[in-house]
């Protein structure tokens, strides 16, 4: 077998990353130490989710996790035995944002990725030292308004991730903007490099719908520095993802993954799932009462209190997403149906396998 050329390393801030693969942060509970460790130890940059990372470590270790703690806890969890790690935060998550954002600086996170909103204040939160800060975009008005106001705090994003409309989970896209070919990701990188190159010339990592080898050789080749892949990572042995998640994926079509919005996840933005998600059918037939008792997404009343999320006062246009992502890690599966997040490239995936399998394969290694 002809050998196939190497992947060139990614630097970010000053640290240069072996293979340029940052595995995607997907939450609940399914990119936590054991999938981020395997990943940094391949050459790439693991991520753990923050998303209910305090009820997610506390059930696993028996005692009580407070949101700062969990984050410094799985970040270091992460980092323990080598290579480059990181958290994804998501700006959707207000009440628990600015305690994992210092829980992860505090134990050394290479990186901060943040989307699901625009982390406007993630700079201002507290000193950054070695950290690289690193915003999830889809648009060029996104990057715009970040490197704005990140300018008044005085710094610049370490590099950004363009996240295209194939992606798992929440999408920087309304919902009429989903499939529009002036959003592929080959359409957004061009403007989207450019005005990387304006701000300061921060590396741009791409990501949804990626899943070959020669996807990464070919979006490096149009102005990428690397690449960001979740869907892939969801199906391998090191994945915290349920059995039956992981099952799922095996058996999903192209036409069994969609894009929720009515119903769909409270925090308002489109979500890409597998439609046969035991609590998504239950809330396309309207069978599930309406229930919020994590709070995670929970927002501010008119007293400045977070108490609002729609999944709590009606089930017409909304399902429960903590209790349902929870569920599809194996927090609460007896109590809570499931609901499984996925990228577009779920129906390819036939089969699971090793973080080190895979990484020979997306390295063009494996013989």
Known sequence: MKSKPPLQPLTIKGKTIK???IQGGMGVGVSLSPLASAVALQGGIGIVSSACLDRILSKRTGKKFNTYEAAYEEVSLAKAAGGFAGINIMGALVHDFNDSVRGALDAGAD????????PLTLPAIQQVKDT???????????LDIICKKWERLHYRPDAIVLEGPLAGGHLGFKMDQVDLESNT???LLPPIKDMAIKYGDFPVIVAGGIYTYEDIVMFIKMGADGVQMGTRFLATDESSASGPYKLAVLKAKEEDILVAHDPGSPCGLPFRVIRQSPMYVSALNRLRPPKCDKGYVLLKDSAGKFTICPAKESNEHHFCI?????????????????????GTTAARIDRITSVKELFEELTGTAT
């Open 19 to 21: 293979i340029p693969i």
């Open 111 to 118: 990186v901060i990725i943040s989307g699901a909103g625009l």
């Open 132 to 142: 690289a800060l690193i915003p999830i975009v889809s648009s060029t008005r996104a």
């Open 185 to 187: 990701l080959a359409n």
């Open 322 to 342: 903590c209790n349902g992502l929870l569920s599809s890690a194996g927090y609460n599966p007896d109590k809570e149906e499931p609901l499984y997040t996925v």
